[in-house]
């Protein structure tokens, strides 16, 4: 093997385990303390649509 091919290797490793750290950039700065914040809870995994009225129904202003 040639050299090249023992540094292309770890060079790809290394590039990939650091895409994976910065996967995930943000912690809880976007959280605005000023406002509310509403937890849903959902039977079961899926996608659910909303209306504006069901919220105003349930309460959320």
């Known amino acids: ?3 090249s091919k ?3 290797l770890p ?3 290394l590039v990939m385990s650091l895409n994976m750290l910065m996967a ?3 912690g809880n700065e976007w959280i605005n303390y000023n ?3 509403y937890k849903i809870q959902i039977a079961e995994n899926g996608i659910y649509q909303l209306t504006r ?3 105003a129904t349930a309460g959320v202003q």
Do not use: D, G, R, V
């Open 1 to 3: 093997m040639t050299k």
């Open 6 to 8: 023992h540094i292309i």
């Open 11 to 13: 060079l790809c490793l």
């Open 24 to 26: 995930q950039p943000y």
């Open 35 to 37: 406002q509310q914040y």
């Open 53 to 55: 009225t069901q919220l």
